[in-house]
């Protein structure tokens, strides 16, 4: 069954987020997975972050198994056509591995960025300033603004559409 999403818009770049998971400020989304391991979270990016880094092609990812991890911390990296990118944690708890689809098809974070181009998993809990689906558009919406007030132009996500 579909995970329900909530629709946002702002001029040209439009989404859906899927409406129980937890976002940060940072543009990860965060969802506890279903599959019956208890507490481990899986971590992806948002629509709007796949927008901004263009398609990927490639990721790595430094913790082993069970290492710790905590909010704010480098724990890989993407490259993509349009950049490179550190990839952060927004969990405090254990790794648990990175998504192995993605050294097949990388692209599949950008064409499902919430359901099978998920980034890593944690064991854990979600950082302590997330955001749920309204705050996180909320938030979204204030950048997007803003990045049209400064005239960023093609860098903006309404470009992307």
Sequence with gaps: MPV???RFKHARFSARFPETYRY??????MCPVDDGR????RVGFTKFATRMLGELVDCGWKPEPEGPVEPGQVIGWVEGF??????YCVMRGAFQSGN???????CIVRSDPYEVGWL????????????????????????????????HGEETPEEAE
Aim: proline share 5%; glycine share 8%.
């Design 120 to 151: 890593y998993e944690v064991r854990g809990v979600p950082e302590e300033d997330h955001l749920d689906v309204h705050g996180y558009i909320g938030h979204l919406s204030a950048i997007i603004q803003r990045m049209a007030e400064e005239g």
């Design 82 to 87: 349009k950049a490179a990118s550190d990839v």
């Design 4 to 6: 329900p999403t909530v």
């Design 24 to 29: 940060s400020r940072s543009h990860y989304w």
């Design 100 to 106: 192995p689809a993605l050294k097949a098809d990388a």
């Design 38 to 41: 208890e507490g481990v979270w």
